[in-house]
């Protein structure tokens, strides 16, 4: 027997898939921090070279291209952070490198807003990261291209233009963990399964959006991901 309800439970956000008519279904966002070694020295930190490391935002707090959202909350400096996410399609428990690209649905280029100074003042007080990484709007995510149209990340650019300027550029195979490493290391932590989403790390170039912002961010072979910043009224 189903259990009566309180309230309408909210369905999960759902994600265009390019060619498809079908939507991808949002499970739970992991992303993983310094995993370009030249935005890690930006923020004065080094790469771990041991593990990465991950934070989570909720799947409450996508948002998809195309949107005009409001400038974030409690905040006076929040940054774009440009990304490949990976969208998982298959389980992953105890994974290998070699089979984790298996259990990949496909890929999108994302943004993960950051609310810096809040992370700055947790970072300072040994606290966690989640004012300054989970709000609302902070997982923004171009539609899915599947797998099999993509390849294999590696050579393909990935960019960021803020008002027309480029202000981030490299390339996947810039990433100190590759994506295969990612997923055997984190399928050690959690039960990966259909529906999650990894943020796979940012590159160089980092800095804060303003009201009336424009994000344009690219990744080769990849759906553009873009959003407006609302203006000062
Ligand atoms: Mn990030």
Known sequence: MTQNLLFDAPMPPVIPIKGEAR????????????????HA?????????????????????LCLSG????YPLGTQ???YEMELVVAMGGDAFHISKERALDAIFGYACG?????????????????????????????????????GAFGTPGPQPITLSHNGERVQEALLSDM???????IAHLSQFYHLRPGDLIYTGTPAGVGPIMPGS????????????????????
């Open 67 to 70: 949107a005009q959202i409001a």
């Open 41 to 61: 020295a930006e923020m004065g930190n080094e790469v771990d070279r041991e593990a990465p490391f991950y934070f989570t935002k909720s799947a409450h707090a």
């Open 111 to 147: 943004i993960d807003l950051t609310r810096r100074d809040l992370q700055a003042a947790a970072k300072d007080k040994r606290r966690p990261w989640d004012l300054g990484k989970d709000f609302e709007n902070a997982a923004i995510i171009a539609p899915i291209t599947k797998a």
């Open 23 to 38: 939507a991808f279904p949002v499970r739970r966002i992991f992303c993983v921090g310094r995993n370009y070694a030249a």
């Open 77 to 79: 400096d929040c940054h």
């Open 176 to 182: 100190v963990w590759s994506v295969p490493e990612l």
């Open 214 to 233: 424009e994000l344009l961010g690219e990744i080769e072979d990849l759906e553009a991901v873009h959003i407006t910043v609302a203006p000062k009224e």
